[in-house]
């Protein structure tokens, strides 16, 4: 089954993009980024940043993530998957990265949630941006928990 990916959440004072793979079954059906409440990426980031974010709707999640110059967007733009796993992607287009330079003229650094997400960290810092490869958000990714968020913890303390 083919499955789209959402449109970019950048702005003009957007200073770091973290980038997904593709949105997974639940988020599609939401149509919102991280939408399975089994990921963990909004408690990671409430933890990074030092605000609730699992306790808001999501517009105004977007909202704190502007605020604090956080951006959004996945890897590819379309991908065959079925089911949400990363490792059952095929025939992936990718985004069309060079449009972040007009989109977000202030990004510094971009992050990649995962290793599939990662395996794209070159074609990146080719374009010139730091870049750093995360820790899956994944619920399966909870046995590496501590490493995880201090790894998530590092990049975003300012």
Known sequence: MIKQGFSAIVDENTEIVILGSLPSDESIKKHQYYGNPGNDFWRLLSRTIGE???GRDYESRLETLKRNRIGLWDVFKFGEREGSE???IRGEEINQFSMLKEMAPKL???CFNGKKAGKYEPLLREMGYKTKILPSSSGANRR????RESEWEAVFKR
Do not use: C, P
Request: charged share 30%; no cysteine; hydrophobic share 45%.
């Open 52 to 54: 609730d974010l699992q």
């Open 144 to 147: 590496f928990s501590k490493i």
């Open 108 to 110: 510094r650094l971009i």
């Open 86 to 88: 990363d490792a059952n």
